[in-house]
T-cell receptor, first 115, second 114 residues
Framework: EPEVTQTPSHQVTQMGQEVILRCVPI?????FYWYRQILGQKVEFLVS????????KSEIFDDQFSVERPDGSNFTLKIRSTKLEDSAMYFC?????????????FGPGTRLTVL | DQQVKQNSPSLSVQEGRISILNCDYT??????FLWYKKYPAEGPTFLIS?????DKNEDGRFTVFLNKSAKHLSLHIVPSQPGDSAVYFC?????????????FGKGTHLIIQP
């Protein structure tokens, strides 16, 4: 069964460094998402991406964040200058919405630790 | 501002019995609701969904009920099995369009006791 994959599974970085989290969405899906979950808190929406542009973003997704689909398969989240509070699990998701199927399928996540 | 609320942080149920997980929402623009199951260190796994035009959806041991007037939905698992022990998240989507992000509840940790 097709699934969303994410790399790396765990990323450790120093505060102020740039990180890029990678995702390969399900191949025939049209919409791509990033979410995060800070330890002990709920899953929070960051951004959605459709037709090679951002469709919607939350207030969390400030200028330090960017997303890109550099080729036909990868979908990336870049954090330009990481802060301690960026430490969280980051989940990629994808969905297809041709006939009203809004179900989003999630990847296994990348644990980001900012020191 | 909790638009999706799961008021029970944990629930313990005996194996073979019915598990009922509850979720309340405040945003009347939500038109699609989903339940996800999550194990530690894994991503949320989709379980079942329901559109706001329905009041019930069933898939095997899982049934979701939606009461729009009460802004309440519930997930029933019957019979409960040990592998069902996980955190269950209720999520909702605004009716604005296909790319809308989901709003999640805080989750309920379901523990199935043998």
């Amino acid at each position: 069964e097709p699934e969303v994959t994410q790399t790396p599974s765990h990323q450790v970085t120093q505060m102020g460094q740039e990180v890029i989290l990678r995702c390969v969405p399900i191949s025939n899906h049209l919409y791509f998402y990033w979410y995060r979950q800070i330890l002990g808190q709920k899953v929070e929406f960051l951004v959605s991406f459709y037709n090679n542009e951002i469709s919607e973003k939350s207030e969390i997704f400030d200028d330090q964040f960017s997303v890109e689909r550099p080729d036909g398969s990868n979908f990336t989240l870049k954090i330009r200058s990481t802060k301690l509070e960026d430490s969280a699990m980051y989940f990629c998701a994808s969905s297809i919405d041709l006939t009203g199927h809004h179900t989003q399928y999630f990847g296994p996540g990348t644990r980001l630790t900012v020191l | 501002d909790q638009q999706v609320k799961q008021n029970s942080p944990s629930l313990s149920v005996q194996e073979g019995r019915i598990s009922i997980l509850n979720c309340d929402y405040t945003n009347s623009m939500f038109d699609y609701f989903l339940w996800y199951k999550k194990y530690p260190a894994e991503g949320p796994t989709f379980l079942i969904s329901i559109s706001s035009i329905k009041d019930k959806n069933e898939d095997g041991r899982f049934t979701v009920f939606l009461n729009k007037s009460a802004k309440h939905l519930s997930l029933h698992i019957v019979p409960s099995q040990p592998g069902d022990s996980a955190v269950y998240f209720c999520a909702a989507r605004d009716s604005g369009g296909g790319a809308d992000g989901l709003t999640f509840g805080k989750g309920t940790h379901l523990i199935i006791q043998p």
